[in-house]
């Protein structure tokens, strides 16, 4: 008698237990996605306690970005190996006492390492709580809600930053921006234990240590050298930086294909839809950080509003990414989710061609166009997100969760780089011919250099003359987002199209 094959075991749905520690997960994306956007409001009070040189603010924000970046990699096949809610915990406790450090730093240098401490925390949560999401969930349809809310709390803790921000620092000292993080770090070490499980790779292999400089000198050359070039344009250091970036990428990449315990397995690449995910969420990040790095400008110095005024303004549009971003896995249900994927971005190109018309005075135009931007590039994310990780096995979530965040920290570096030097040379040229003739040499370099110069030249020329330099700077910085926007439209137009395509030959290979 022949005995009859099992039937396949159900996949277990979460139950209240799992959905009480994604909620607690939430806890340190929603804190990292803020770090950036509180540090915009603090760093004038910043500035006048510690006195940093224009090379230490910088710094003050790029030691956190590069450390973040640097590291993301390392940490995902870390959290593989050690447990992923064991690395969790260890980057929970970096980022509380980082952020105490960096709330009573008394100089910039202080600042500067904790702010960079502040990264390599950060770069354990992200990777990890993506990671853990994916071992939470079983079933199909309740992992892809659990990500469309993981998105959309990743979104919308940017915007809360913003207005948190402004609040504790118009009723504390700047420290109070970072030591918002301590309390919800502290909850997050008592919690965890209590209710995540642990996951790990049961065969990990060796840990590469010589894939870790190679893995942060084949990101952080680029994403400094895009950052530069955005800034100040196309120059021979930055393009070096890049070049350099490059070659120890693919250095990397030859080492991860050699080594049987390599930190990036093969084994995530054998699934094609995993290669073209992590493509995906690169681009819808380029898409996002293009509209972000003018609307933010626009609203405080084209629009004249202050600080906390822009901040909740501008935490509009986070409302249509926070209700947008779960419903994107019932749409994928009823369509396919390429096409949902591909929607989305054509929805996002629909808000770069409202940008592509806003005048000097348009707020309510200009937040539209925010509002349907994220919310097109929402769904995408989520959708791409979820795609990606269950095309990749549980026992490696840490390295794919750690490669989507890597893919958005260069998207995002891109966005910024691409969209702002267009936006800054139009501005440059439309100001050559505008400014009076007349104007100081050197108040006539500042005034063509950035839309905040000029600003500052204006409020030292007396009457008209001064109105009249400001008038002309924002027309021309209105313009340059003009023009930017209108190719932020084309390239979102066309990822729509490569979105189908790619995943049209990956499901088919």
Known sequence: MTTPLAAPPARALAGRKEWTAFTVLLLPLL??????????????AISRELEPTGTQQLWIFDSYAFALAGLLITMGSLGDRIGRRKLLLAGALAFGAASVAAAYAQSAEMLIAARAVLGVGGATLMPSTMALVRNLFHDEQQRSKAVGIWSGAMGGGVALGSVAGGLLLDHFWWG???????????????????????????????????????SMGSVVPVIYG?????????ALTPAVCVAAGLAVGVAFVRRQRGRSDAMISRELFRHRVFGAGVGINTL???????????????????????????????????????????????????FSPSSVMAA?????????????????DSLALTLTGAAVIAAGIVVVMALVSDMALSAAPPEKAGSAASLLETGQELGGALGMALFGSVGVAVYRRDMTGALPADLPHGALDAARETLGGAAAVAAHLPGRAGEAVLAASREAFTHGMNIAAAGGTTAL????????????RARGA
């Open 31 to 44: 804190l990292v996605s803020m770090d950036v956007s509180v540090l915009f409001f603090a760093m004038p």
């Open 176 to 214: 109070a921006a970072f030591l918002v993080n301590v309390p919800a770090m502290v909850l997050l070490l008592v919690l965890a234990p209590l209710l995540v499980p642990e996951f790990k790779d049961p065969a990990p292999g060796r840990f590469d240590f010589l894939s870790v400089p190679l």
């Open 226 to 234: 895009v950052k530069e070039i955005a800034a100040d344009g196309f």
């Open 284 to 334: 819808a990040t380029f898409g996002m950080m293009g509209s972000a790095y003018f609307t933010t400008q626009y609203l405080q110095s084209v629009l004249g509003k202050g600080p906390l005024e822009a901040a909740l303004w501008g935490a509009i549009p986070s409302v249509a990414v926070g209700c947008v971003a779960p419903l994107a896995s019932v749409a994928a249900r009823k």
């Open 344 to 360: 989305g971005f054509t929805v996002a190109a629909a808000g770069y061609g409202l940008l592509a018309v806003v005048g000097p």
């Open 493 to 504: 137009l066309l990822s729509a199209a490569v979105t189908v395509a790619a995943l049209r």
